[in-house]
């Protein structure tokens, strides 16, 4: 069956970096799409970053452009996202999902708190 | 920027039909998607490419657009169906997703 199992969440000072991983397995991992997707505590979700099948090509939210860089690895069919430069703002539970039909499939999430 | 808008509540009784609505000037152009999320738990698609239902989905979800609006309707609303739902849609290049900011649903 279908997993993702995001890892690497944390407490993290404000300009600080923090890389979050996201474990794939029960499906061929290099054939989707992948989605970062993130939660503020007590608000909606936010579309963080998506990166194509093939790694070809890589887009941002606005609020993250330019401070977080999506990558995946096919060999350990893992997707990453680096961040870097975190901001208050950016303390939330990130999920990854998979690009199928819609966000099909989500992981359970991994707590990312920016705070001094 | 492209941006979806969502009511922030709705409330029904159970067994009578909720409608939540989706506004977005992308979305004569982009299909609409439907997320149901539940206190504390990961959000799952309930309605993908405007009307398609995924397996597993009670066929009393369903969902349509026309124009700028695309509407989550839940005919014979049941408690369990207490969540907060979200759509969602690209933007028109197709490149950057953008999330509705939310309904919660009462079921009561």
């Known amino acids: 069956q279908v997993q993702l199992v995001e890892s690497g969440g944390g407490v993290v000072q404000p300009g600080r970096s923090l890389r979050l991983s996201c474990a794939a397995s029960?499906?061929?991992?290099?054939?989707?799409?992948m989605h970062w997707v993130r939660q503020a505590p007590g608000k909606g979700l936010e579309w963080v970053a998506v990166?194509?099948?093939?790694?070809?090509?890589?887009f941002y939210a606005d609020s993250v452009k330019g401070r977080f860089t999506i990558s995946r690895d096919t060999s350990k069919n893992t997707l990453y996202l680096q961040m870097n430069s975190l901001r208050a703002e950016d303390t939330a539970v990130y999920y990854c999902?998979?690009?199928?039909?819609?966000?099909?499939?989500w992981g359970q999430g991994t707590l990312v708190t920016v705070s001094s | 920027s492209h941006e979806l808008t969502q009511p922030p509540s709705v409330s029904v009784s159970p067994g009578q039909t909720a409608r939540i609505t989706c506004s977005g000037d992308?979305?004569?152009?982009?299909?609409a998607y439907w997320y149901q999320q539940k206190s504390g738990q990961s959000p799952v698609l309930v309605i993908y490419?405007?009307?398609k239902r995924p397996s597993g989905i009670p066929e009393r979800f369903s969902g349509s657009s026309s124009g700028t609006m695309a509407t989550l309707t839940i005919s014979g609303a049941q408690v369990e169906d207490e969540a907060d739902y979200y759509c969602?849609?690209?933007?028109?290049?197709?490149?950057?997703?953008?999330f509705g900011g939310g309904t919660k649903l009462t079921v009561l």
């Open positions: 490419e405007d009307s």
């Open positions: 990166i194509w099948y093939d790694g070809s090509n890589k």
């Open positions: 992308a979305l004569p152009k982009k299909y």
């Open positions: 999902a998979r690009d199928g039909d819609g966000h099909d499939y």
């Open positions: 029960g499906f061929t991992f290099s054939n989707y799409g």
């Open positions: 969602y849609s690209a933007d028109s290049s197709g490149t950057h997703g953008v």
